[in-house]
Nanobody, 123 residues
Framework: QVQLVESGGGLVQAGGSLRLSCAAS????????MGWYRQAPGKQRELVAS???????NYADSVKGRFTISRDNAKNTVYLQMSSLKPEDTAVYYC?????????????????WGQGTQVTVSS
């Protein structure tokens, strides 16, 4: 089993910055893609940013140039540095991790979600 622990959310004024962290622990052989999603009230969950094991990144158009995703493979942790925050960035942010684990003598891929952390940007 794998556990994800998120931290770093909070309340910030428009134009401010926040840094989210998500640490994975447990039965981990290796981690493939890591990413951040968000869900605002009344809206569907959407991809914010993702990063491959090799470090390639992908961003939603709405956050390009403002958010930066990074990862520390030694710590099994993914980060989201958010700058120039806007009220429309207000949402619950979830990390998502694709983990390879040994199970019954085979490597298996499973996807895990963090518990979510609230980000509120005031105007």
């Amino acid at each position: 089993q794998v556990q994800l622990v998120e931290s770093g959310g909070g309340l910030v004024q428009a134009g401010g910055s926040l840094r989210l962290s998500c640490a994975a622990s447990g039965s981990i052989f290796s981690i493939n893609d890591m990413g951040w999603y968000r869900q605002a009230p009344g809206k569907q969950r959407e991809l914010v940013a993702s990063i491959t094991s090799g470090g390639s990144t992908n961003y939603a158009d709405s956050v390009k140039g403002r958010f930066t995703i990074s990862r520390d493979n030694a710590k099994n942790t993914v980060y989201l540095q958010m700058s120039s925050l806007k009220p429309e960035d207000t949402a619950v942010y979830y990390c998502n991790v694709e983990v390879l684990s040994w199970l019954l003598l085979k490597l298996r891929v499973n996807e895990y979600w963090g518990q979510g952390t609230q980000v509120t940007v005031s105007s």
